[in-house]
């Protein structure tokens, strides 16, 4: 069969397929952002009526403001530990499943599933599953009166999110790094144990090594989920409370801009949110991607 048989007979076939998901990333990304960026230039009335450009006001103001920093600390301490270990535990679920140990088979079933679960209602389950009174840590609580309580306490509060966090993007990542594992030639392994390599060898020298690319696109991917897909689960488990203690960037900008009608602040501090996206993902392709070995 020639490759000329798998192109489409009409040209514009191809086009007419892509024409809606095109539209609807015109509307729903290239649009507001194209907005925020213009809007962090200009002081845009709350409810219309016109605007006046500043220039770089707004970034001095937004600069300047010592919540904005915090928040950005907040997001960066979020994004590591929050990434990191949505990385590590699908990793180990992934070895786990690869080494095809008891009920592994229904486990890559189960595993996939939260993956079509909302983040609003991942957020609405964990608020009742860590709630000290009825939730997991309520018979401690019982034991400790005190010890555990995300409505007043801002550390269980932070630890709840990146649990919540963790979980969410447990199916997706099992997923890449289970098909990595799965790709890596059984001759290796052989190999290894013939030189004597135990299990936890095989790991460090074989497996690791050779999942290296699935590995860099799930930490790629992360980073840039923990930082603006956290939303959910912020407005849904503790709202950016207590005292403030989980708004991070992506919520300050809900809360400066829906709830306090700074429009010009928060597409401002839109606007630094995707550079300094874009300036994690550019770090991470200019100082990892170009180390790893795409060819086996």
Same mark, same amino acid.
Request: aromatic share 16%; with cysteine; proline share 6%.
């Given at each position: 069969?020639?490759? @000329?048989?798998?192109?489409?007979?009409?040209?514009?076939?191809?086009?007419?397929?892509? %024409?809606? !998901?095109?539209?609807?990333?015109?509307?729903?990304?290239?649009?507001?952002?194209?907005?925020?960026?213009? =809007?962090?230039?200009?002081?845009?009335?709350?409810?219309?009526?016109?605007?006046?450009?500043?220039?770089?006001?707004?970034?001095?103001?937004?600069?300047?403001?010592?919540?904005?920093?915090?928040?950005?600390? #907040?997001?960066?301490?979020?994004? !590591?530990?929050?990434?990191?270990?949505?990385?590590?535990?699908?990793?180990?679920?992934?070895?786990?499943?690869?080494?095809?140990? #008891?009920?592994?088979?229904?486990? #890559?079933?189960? !595993?996939?599933?939260?993956?079509?679960?909302?983040?609003?209602?991942?957020?609405?389950?964990?608020?009742?599953?860590?709630?000290?009174? +009825?939730?997991?840590?309520?018979?401690?609580?019982?034991?400790?009166?005190?010890?555990?309580?995300?409505? $007043?306490?801002?550390?269980?509060?932070?630890?709840?999110? +990146?649990?919540?966090?963790? =979980?969410?993007?447990?199916?997706?990542?099992? +997923?890449?790094?289970?098909?990595?594992? #799965?790709?890596?030639?059984?001759?290796?392994?052989?190999?290894?144990?013939?030189?004597?390599?135990?299990? =936890?060898?095989?790991?460090?020298?074989?497996?690791?090594?050779?999942?290296?690319?699935? !590995?860099?696109?799930?930490?790629?991917?992360?980073?840039?989920?923990?930082?603006?897909?956290?939303?959910?689960?912020? @407005?849904? $488990?503790?709202?950016?409370?207590?005292?403030?203690?989980?708004?991070?960037?992506?919520?300050?900008?809900?809360?400066?801009?829906?709830?306090?009608?700074?429009?010009?602040?928060?597409?401002?501090?839109?606007? $630094?949110?995707?550079?300094?996206?874009?300036?994690? %993902?550019?770090?991470?392709?200019?100082? $990892?991607?170009?180390?790893?070995?795409?060819?086996?």
């Amino acid at each position: 069969m020639s490759s @000329d048989s798998f192109l489409f007979s009409n040209r514009w076939l191809p086009i007419l397929l892509v %024409a809606p !998901l095109m539209l609807l990333i015109l509307l729903f990304f290239y649009v507001p952002v194209f907005q925020a960026f213009y =809007w962090s230039f200009y002081l845009e009335q709350p409810f219309g009526g016109g605007s006046q450009f500043v220039g770089f006001e707004n970034f001095s103001r937004v600069l300047s403001d010592p919540e904005f920093w915090i928040a950005g600390w #907040r997001t960066i301490i979020f994004m !590591l530990s929050a990434s990191s270990l949505a990385v590590a535990v699908p990793l180990m679920l992934a070895i786990a499943a690869d080494r095809k140990i #008891r009920m592994s088979l229904p486990a #890559r079933n189960i !595993l996939v599933w939260p993956k079509g679960i909302a983040g609003a209602s991942i957020g609405v389950v964990f608020a009742f599953i860590f709630n000290p009174f +009825v939730g997991i840590m309520a018979p401690l609580n019982g034991l400790f009166p005190g010890l555990w309580n995300p409505g $007043i306490d801002g550390t269980d509060a932070f630890i709840t999110l +990146v649990a919540a966090h963790v =979980w969410s993007g447990i199916p997706f990542n099992f +997923v890449i790094l289970l098909a990595g594992l #799965r790709s890596i030639p059984h001759t290796m392994y052989q190999a290894a144990a013939m030189d004597g390599a135990g299990p =936890w060898r095989r790991i460090a020298d074989v497996q690791l090594p050779l999942i290296m690319p699935q !590995l860099f696109l799930t930490f790629v991917l992360e980073f840039t989920e923990s930082i603006t897909s956290v939303f959910a689960l912020i @407005d849904t $488990i503790t709202g950016g409370g207590p005292g403030g203690s989980t708004t991070l960037m992506v919520y300050k900008i809900y809360v400066d801009g829906f709830r306090g009608y700074d429009l010009s602040g928060a597409s401002t501090q839109t606007a $630094i949110l995707m550079a300094f996206v874009i300036l994690i %993902a550019a770090c991470q392709f200019l100082f $990892i991607g170009r180390r790893i070995n795409y060819e086996r």
